[in-house]
């Protein structure tokens, strides 16, 4: 079974083939498939990022409320 990357470890892999693409350190074979891992770990970290956007927003409006109500009693 393979181990789930967390998301630094993803950002971290990604700054890493960026770089490498950037300084041209791969042929053009090469150079399609980091473009390709990228662009998957991209999307990855983007939906990652989108999901503990909901759960943040989630706990705020669960404190607001329970602020809310707190202060009518």
Same mark, same amino acid.
């Given at each position: 079974?393979?181990?789930?990357k967390s998301f630094e470890e993803k950002?971290? &892999?990604?700054?890493?083939i960026i770089s490498s693409l950037e300084n041209g350190d791969f042929g053009l074979d090469e150079s399609i498939e980091k473009y390709t891992k990228a662009?998957?770990?991209v999307r &990855?970290?983007?939906l990652e990022l989108k999901n503990v956007e909901e759960r943040i927003?989630?706990?705020i409006k669960n404190n607001?409320?329970?602020d809310f109500?707190?202060?009518q009693e």
């Open positions: 079974m393979e181990n789930k950002m971290k &892999e990604l700054e890493t662009m998957q770990l &990855e970290c983007d927003s989630k706990v607001t409320e329970e109500e707190l202060e």
